[in-house]
Structure formats: structure tokens, C-alpha cells
């Protein structure tokens, strides 16, 4: 009978422990600044400048966040959005970039569910990481991002991405609204 | 003897267990004290995580569930008819009020015509958007002025969906759901608040001629905000354009317009906005809260107060609009704007007998 209570004593302590894993939310540097008066690449990304990069103290914080799990089922996505700051999600495999915006509450719009409708999910993906989507952007897609504010070389709509197991470390920004008067 | 050993085991069994207990809390207590502090969990991001965060909703947005038996027959009269509402598609907060009658007992719906499948996508709107959506319903001129007819309503308001797929963008169709509706109820008030038709002057004169009493387009927002809160097929310009065209097509026409609150516009933005309608005779302004209707849409970016509303009215009246109604759940068809615009239209139409 002590055995047992002792057991379950233990395994109610082990509940009490902290969680010694950082939180999803991890500290990242704000890119208070992050504002694109151009469409530049390197302005909306600055200051991580490179993708992956093994010297950057954010790509090393990065790799500890690597579960040891072999069959990987999530990745770690950072989305920046339109004010510049970051957060690094556990993004699903096989779930779409704009879902994985909205699990995570991260402030992208989908006004059409994703069905090529709108372009209210236009994400800016970092250079680097552009051609190793996985897939490129068909007919439909290009001519809804056409009508997109903040359009660059690598714009795609966010839920035409899906999470691949080699989007460990991707990075895509939510690009920051430039006002157009008429 | 037997209660005896029962009360010596109890007491064995009590003293095993508070050991236990107290070594466990022993250890817990020292774990804690040498473990990770408060400020482990604290970190830079707190402002990040409050920012993603939305805002509560405040006590003035607060509104009842709908329910009862003027909202039930409408559901079903609705349904039966193959008819869709707005209320229902973009989760209006006024749906009880308006439904179920309010204190007056008058019911009003507004109608969304053209199905509930809408060609854009905007940030703010809930509504289903489609690349194709079904085709348009012939019988639902006809539907609709039956259905409107055997409420016995006397102000209605149709609005509807965009239809960029449709060459005219349903001017046609639109038009003739109100001639349907003066020749079935002839007494009737019609507002429409009609789409833009992507510029197509053509089009909003069609509809602008049709014989009704209220055309109504909305701005949602201001000029600088414009490609941000709205589908970029939509804009400033355009919208005031066909505000100007409805208005011309038809002098004795009341034009309205709406602006949503509270999505990140400046105080001076609003007053230029107000301005430029002034300037194109728009005659009728509401204001409401923008409340985010799902979270695939734009947060709510400032919760405007009751008392702010209360100012811009006053403004509008003094910049000589006809009408202007604004308050946190006003939206473009809130139900006590009719009464008033109802009492504008039958003036005009005295002033023109008496001159006649």
C-alpha cells in the first residue's frame, strides 16, 4: 500500500515541476524598425540577415528547440508580422501556412478559407527559403497575390504553403500595409 | 477488541501516510525553492503575448442571445423562401434586436441578395467568399417581394453580395427585385445598399433608376485604410464615384454611406472622410463598431466609446447631413435609422405635392 501511495505522491509531484523547455513564444529580438518603404528583400527581413546561419545566436537557440523525436510532426515556423516582431510556432506538417497563422494567433487574416478567392493571407517568404517550398505558385494563385499590397519576388499566399518536414527554421513575414490613396 | 485493532490500523495508517505527505511536501517545498523563479516564465515577449491578445469585448457591445417568436417565424419564412440575410452571413450583434422586433414589435431583415457567395474577400467581413459562385436565382425578384409582402413591413432593405463573375455585377438582377417590390407592395420603402459594381457607372444607374427610395454604398473606411480593410478591387475613389452616380441618375434619391470604427483611423481621417461625402451631397452617414466577426478577419484595433459616437453625430448633423445615426452596434440598416429616413422621404414627398 506505501508503495503505491509513494508512487502517486511521486507522480502528483512530477505534474508540480516546471516545464523546463522554453516556451513557443521565445524570446526573439524585436524588429521595432521593420518597416519596408521599399519592397525590398534585405530591408524586410534585416536584421536576420541570413537563413539559417550558423553564427546567429537566434539560429542556435533555434537548433535547442529540436525535439530528439525521430518521427517529427511538427516543425518550427517563425512568422514576423506587419509590426515586426517575431514568433517562432510549432507548425503542424501537412497544415497550410495561414492555418498554422491562425492556430497560433498570429494577426493574418484568411477572409476566403482558402480557396484562392482573396489574397488576404499574402505572405513574403524569406529569400532563402523560396525555392524550397516545395511547390510553386499556379495561374490562380499569381493572380490573386497580382492585386496584393507589399507584392515581392517571393510573395505567396499562406494557404497555398503547406508545412513540409524541411521547414525547420523557415522564416515568412506578414508584409507591413503601404498605404495606396485614391 | 476488533475495534481496537480497526482503530490502531486507522491511526498506523494515518502516521505512514502524514510521513509520506510531510517528506513529499519537504521535498516539494526545497524543490521549489531552488527551482526556476517567477521570472523564468516572464519574458520579453509578454508585450507580444498581451498584443496577441484581443481586446475584451466592453459592457456597451454586450447584447442578448436571440431568441422568440418573431425571430423563429422570420428564421423559417426565410428559409422556406430560399432567402438569405446579412444578419445571418456577417454575424450582425443586432440580429436579436432587429429580429425579434425591439420595442416597437416591427421586425426588419435586412435581405442579401445574389446568394450569400461573395467574389471578394475582405478583411473585415464574414460573408463566404467564392471565385464562382452558384448562379443567380430568376425567381428571386419574385421571392423576395412575396416574402417582404406577407411580413408587412413598410421599409425594407436589400443588400448584396459582389458578383464580379456577372458582366453588369447584377445590376439587372437588383433592379428588378425592386420593381418587383413596388409593384407588390407599392407603399413600400426600398434602401439598397448596393455593391460598386467595379466602377461600372452603367450599372449604378440601372439600379440608381430602379424606383427606389434610399441607395446606399458604404465606404467601410477611410482613403488611407481603404486598401487594407477592403478587397483591393474595392477603393476610395470608386466607392464615391458611385455615390455621386446614384445621386446624379436620380436627384431625388437619398444616398448614404457607412464608416466602421475602431480598425486604426485617426480622428482628422474621419472628419475628411465626412468632408468629401458633404461635398458630394451623400445626404445620410452611420457609424458603428468594427467587431471581428472570426478570427481569420482583422482584430479590433480600438473599442470607440459611446460617447465618442454621441460626438461624431453631432458633427454630421452640424456639417448639414440629413441624417446621421452612430453608436457602437449601429450598422449600415440598423432598424432606428428607417423610422427617421421614413419621415425625410414622406417630407420630400409633401413638399413635392404641396408644389404640385
Redesign the interface.
Known sequence: ??TG??TA??RN?MR???L?KP?H????V?CSSLVAPTRSRTTLFAPFKTVPSESSNHFQSMKRCLSDNSEKKTVKVQFIDR?G?S?IVDAKIGENLMKVA?QH???L?????G??????CHLVVHPDWYDQLGSEPCE?ELDMLD???GLTDTSRLGCQVVVRENFEGLVVRIPP?????? | MWANLHENMLIAKRSVLCNITNKSVRFKATKIREGPGLDFFITSSLDKQSKKERKRLPRWLQTQIPKGKNYSKLKDDLRSLNLSTVCEEARCPNIGECWGGGDTDTATATIMLMGDECTRGCRFCSVKTSKNPGPLDPMEPYNTAKAVGSWGVDYIVLTSVDRDDLSDGGAAHLAECVRQLKIQVPSLLVEVLSPDFRGDLNAVENLASSGLDVFAHNLETVNRLQAFVRDPRANYKQSMDVLIKAKESSPGLLTKTSLMLGLGETDNEIIETMEDLRANSVDVVTFGQYMQPTKRHLKVKEYVTPEKFKQWEELGENMGFAYVASGPLVRSSYKAGEYYIKNIIEKQRDVSNVND
Open positions: 500500500m506505501s501511495l509513494l505522491t511521486l509531484y508540480c515541476l516546471p523546463l516556451s513564444c521565445s524570446r526573439v524585436h509590426d516582431d514568433f491562425h494567433d498570429i494577426d487574416e484568411g477572409a476566403c478559407e480557396t484562392l478567392s482573396c489574397c488576404t490562380d492585386m496584393a499590397y500595409y503601404e498605404p495606396q490613396y485614391t
